[in-house]
């Protein structure tokens, strides 16, 4: 018998629906998709495309309607709520379209809360905040709150954050969405370092077409469906 190889992971026929006001909305169609390790994909599409459900249920934050997420084979919503809570917070790293990093707290302050959550000591954590500040150029910056810094500055706190218990998938919510192209190719510089040296897997949804198209593999959505399965594998310059 030939040897199957599980994929890192794997989307299949996932459907999700909302009912707002009795009104029905399919924002997932039936989605199916691998992603193996090591791949950067790009997400686009128009706005309402489904892109952030999508997202969302590859991170297993929001439980699909029907269908499911594996990794390595293992259904993720199949898990006990203990063994999800723990696989959110170590093996996935979120950076949301908004930085979301908490006003009153400093940057290393931030990225060190995300350890903490995840069961670090106090000073372990705070370590491996400067390292990460360190990595995405702001160990400068560590002692500023979020209204110190620039928008650019403030995506690469959240990356620090998102990176800071060394998850396997990183899952990018138009992480350059509100910045120039300068300081978006910044943070896509950033990325792209990071899937080589470290070799994390990242999903990004980006507006950038030609970001996306630098990304391993670049996907698009639309009415909650891939729509371009097969498009543009190509390499790294
Ligand atoms: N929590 C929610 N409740 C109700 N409808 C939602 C919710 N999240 C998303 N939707 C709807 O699902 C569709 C897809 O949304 P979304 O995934 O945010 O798209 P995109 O990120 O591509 O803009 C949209 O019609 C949106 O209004
Ligand atoms: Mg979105």
Do not use: C, W
């Not at 909305?25 to 193996?36: D, F, K, Q």
């Not at 249920?57 to 499911?68: C, E």
């Not at 209204?147 to 995506?155: D, M, R």
């Not at 070799?199 to 729509?227: E, K």
């Amino acid at each position: 018998m030939p040897e199957e190889t599980t994929p890192f992971i794997k989307v299949e026929a996932v459907h999700r629906r909302f009912l707002i006001g009795g009104k029905q909305i399919n924002a997932l169609n039936g989605v199916s998709l691998t992603v193996e390790r090591g791949e950067i994909v790009g997400f686009t599409g128009v706005s309402g495309a489904g892109k952030t459900t999508l997202l969302y249920v590859i991170g297993a934050l929001d439980k699909p309607t029907s269908g499911r997420v594996l990794y390595d084979g293992r259904d993720v919503f199949a898990m006990s709520e203990k063994d999800l809570a723990a696989f959110r917070s170590r093996r996935v790293g979120f950076v949301f379209q908004s930085s979301n990093l908490l006003p009153e707290f400093t940057a290393e302050e931030n990225v060190a809360l995300a350890a903490m959550i995840a069961g670090e000591n106090r000073r372990d954590a705070i370590r491996k905040a400067d390292d990460l500040l360190n990595l995405v150029g702001l160990s400068g910056r560590r002692g500023h709150r979020p209204g110190e810094l620039s928008g650019g500055e403030q995506q690469r706190v959240s990356i620090a954050r998102a990176l800071v218990n060394n998850p396997s998938l990183v899952l990018a919510d138009e992480p350059t969405g509100n910045l120039d192209t300068v300081t978006g190719e910044e943070v896509f510089g950033l990325i792209r370092r990071l899937n080589q040296e470290r070799g994390q897997t990242f999903v990004v949804v980006t507006h950038n077409l030609a970001l996306a198209a630098r990304m391993t593999r670049s996907l698009s959505m639309r009415d909650g469906g891939i729509v371009d399965k097969t498009a543009d594998v190509l390499e790294f310059k």
